[in-house]
């Protein structure tokens, strides 16, 4: 069982940046991909980048690339999600994911909300 606990987020205005954290309690952290989704009223959720557990490959949403960028500090257990150039549309909750579905595991963060004023 992973927990994930997320920090960050908040209201900021068009074009500032946030950064969102996920701490993960399991000791075996670097076993897991890690990807940041988000959900705004009345969508479907969606992901938003992602990180494989050794960091080497990343990808992201079209809608964010070139703004956002995910990292990961293994020896701290940490995911982040460095959010720069912030859109109104880029308004949702924001959740942190650990999976490694080869083994049958996906757990969720509490999420977190980020609002972008225009």
């Known amino acids: 069982q992973v927990h994930l606990v997320q920090s960050g987020g908040g209201l900021v205005q068009a074009g500032g940046s946030l950064r969102l954290s996920c701490a993960a309690s399991?000791?075996?952290?670097?076993?897991?991909?890690m990807g940041w989704f988000r959900q705004a009223p009345g969508k479907e959720r969606e992901l938003v980048a992602a990180?494989?557990?050794?960091?080497?490959?990343?990808s992201y949403a079209r809608s964010v690339e070139g703004r956002f960028a995910i990292s990961r500090d293994d020896a701290k257990n940490m995911v982040y999600l460095q959010m720069n150039s912030l859109k109104p549309e880029d308004t949702a909750v924001y959740y942190c994911?650990?999976?490694?579905?080869?083994?049958?595991?996906?757990?969720w963060g509490q999420g977190t909300q980020v609002t972008v004023s225009s």
């Open positions: 994911n650990a999976d490694r579905s080869d083994y049958g595991e996906n757990y």
């Open positions: 399991e000791g075996t952290f670097s076993r897991y991909d």
């Open positions: 990180i494989s557990r050794n960091g080497r490959a990343t």
